[in-house]
């Protein structure tokens, strides 16, 4: 038996699935992903695209990313090699969880995965050196529908659990969302 373990957060529609390790004295088996089971969670389109992260540095911050409609996505998180302390920002207009954030520890030692609902922006810290984090999204890469929010949003409020070590120049330069903000309107 493989099956994955799909767990609520506090967030609507964020999930954390967790897979279940079959081993022996070979090694060990997990299943990453099965449309299946992930589809009452809220996995609704094919994987279009993967991709792989590696940082080397722990304390280093990625995000918060996420894409506009009509390229909005799904994505399926998780951490391969070391551990880090990701993100979810719920961005959605119409959600009871609007501007609110929910962290977890994803390693490779825990075998947890973020199914992150569209409208949401996404990011980590790395909790150790050596960290690869690989994730599986619902829509292909759209550079015009790429956005970002600062991670250090005062209307958001994340409290990053280590001194930020290393941030790119771009994720550095991601705006601060005004008072105004409504939130990403979802078909």
């Known amino acids: 038996m493989t099956r994955l373990n799909v767990t609520d957060t506090p967030i609507q529609g964020l999930?954390?699935?967790?897979?279940?390790?079959?081993?022996?004295?070979?090694?060990?088996?997990s299943r990453l992903f099965c449309a299946e089971e992930l589809l009452t969670a809220g996995w609704t389109g094919p994987i279009v695209q993967a991709n792989l992260t590696y940082t080397r540095q722990r304390g280093t911050v990625r995000g918060l990313?996420?894409?506009?409609?009509?390229?909005?996505e799904i994505k399926l998180v998780r951490c391969l090699r070391g551990a880090v302390w990701d993100v979810v920002v719920d961005l959605r207009r119409r959600s009871s969880t609007f501007l609110r954030w929910h962290a977890t520890e994803?390693?490779?030692?825990?075998?947890?995965?973020?199914?992150?609902?569209?409208?949401?922006?996404?990011?980590?810290?790395?909790?150790?050196?050596?960290?690869e984090m690989l994730y599986m999204h619902s829509a292909p890469y759209a550079p015009a529908s790429?956005?970002?929010?600062?991670?250090?949003?005062?209307?958001?409020?994340?409290?990053?659990?280590?001194?930020?070590?290393?941030?790119?120049?771009?994720?550095?330069?991601?705006?601060?969302?005004?008072?105004?903000?409504?939130?990403?309107?979802l078909p």
């Open 15 to 29: 999930k954390v699935v967790t897979a279940h390790r079959l081993g022996d004295t070979r090694g060990h088996f």
């Open 65 to 72: 990313h996420f894409q506009h409609p009509p390229d909005a």
């Open 106 to 131: 994803l390693s490779a030692d825990n075998q947890a995965s973020f199914l992150i609902p569209q409208g949401c922006a996404h990011g980590f810290q790395t909790l150790s050196d050596e960290v």
């Open 146 to 185: 790429e956005d970002g929010v600062s991670t250090a949003d005062p209307l958001v409020g994340i409290s990053w659990p280590l001194p930020i070590a290393d941030m790119s120049d771009r994720d550095r330069a991601l705006p601060l969302l005004s008072k105004s903000f409504e939130g990403i309107d």
